[in-house]
């Protein structure tokens, strides 16, 4: 099975960086997944790692340690339309159609 | 950025109804469809897993006859809530996996929210 872990909520002021952790445990690695959702929206695609380092895509940047079942995105230059949950998705390699696992996602709210 | 529509996006019936949802992938061939539900302020929840031209696979506790899963295309998925009832209303969102640019991609649509008089 799968174990997904990270933190329930973080608060941050805008203009600020913030770091969301996430741990996992899984019976074959292939891929971790972060989304963002906004209350009342479908999930939106962040990152994809698949190998170790660090993804940066504009203000955010995932970051991935296979050998930890570590993860991390980074949200930097916070702007109120940031706020939201994000969610991180470990893709297992024993599930032939990819399936994602889901953590419970880490509610980000910024304040002015 | 890769694109999944879903058809309708908001969706109004009585109770005993057949509602039909579609999901298509507009700039990529969708190898595997999924199909979640989400209830206000939980989590996702997977209920069935989709690939073109095969029987869709279930998860535990979710019923196949209720829910019926079509994957016509690469591009298209369809979810009929079979003789819906109010305890269906939810937020319906598929999400479909393929192949884009550098590497794997999966993305979800906008969603379809049910309600169930």
């Known amino acids: 099975g799968q174990n997904i872990d990270q933190p329930t909520e973080m608060t941050a002021t805008e203009g600020a960086i913030v770091q969301i952790n996430c741990t996992y445990q899984t019976s074959g690695f292939n891929g971790l997944f972060w989304y963002q959702q906004h209350a009342g929206e479908a999930p939106t695609f962040l990152s994809y790692?698949?190998?170790?380092g660090l993804e940066e895509k504009g203000r955010f940047s995932s970051f991935l340690s296979r050998s930890k079942g570590y993860s991390y995105l980074l949200l930097k230059e916070l702007q109120m339309k940031d706020s939201a949950s994000y969610l991180c998705a470990v893709r297992s390699a024993t599930d032939s159609w990819g399936k994602l696992q889901f953590g419970a996602g880490t509610q980000v709210v910024v304040t002015p | 950025g890769a694109v999944v529509s879903q058809h309708p996006s908001r969706v109004i019936c009585k109770s005993g109804t057949s509602v039909k949802i579609e999901c298509r992938s507009l700039d990529f061939q969708a190898t595997t469809m999924f199909w979640y539900r989400q209830f206000p302020k939980k989590s996702l929840m997977l209920m069935a897993t989709?690939?073109?031209?095969?029987?869709?696979?279930?998860e535990q506790g979710v019923e196949k006859d209720k829910f019926l899963i079509n994957h016509a295309s690469l591009t298209l998925s369809t979810l009929t809530v079979t003789s819906a009832h109010p305890e269906d209303s939810s937020f319906y969102i598929c999400?479909?996996?393929?192949?884009?640019?550098?590497?794997?991609?999966?993305?979800f649509g906008p969603g379809t929210r049910l309600l169930v008089l």
């Open positions: 790692n698949v190998l170790d």
């Open positions: 999400s479909a996996r393929g192949q884009q640019g550098r590497g794997e991609t999966q993305y």
């Open positions: 989709s690939n073109e031209g095969s029987k869709a696979t279930y």
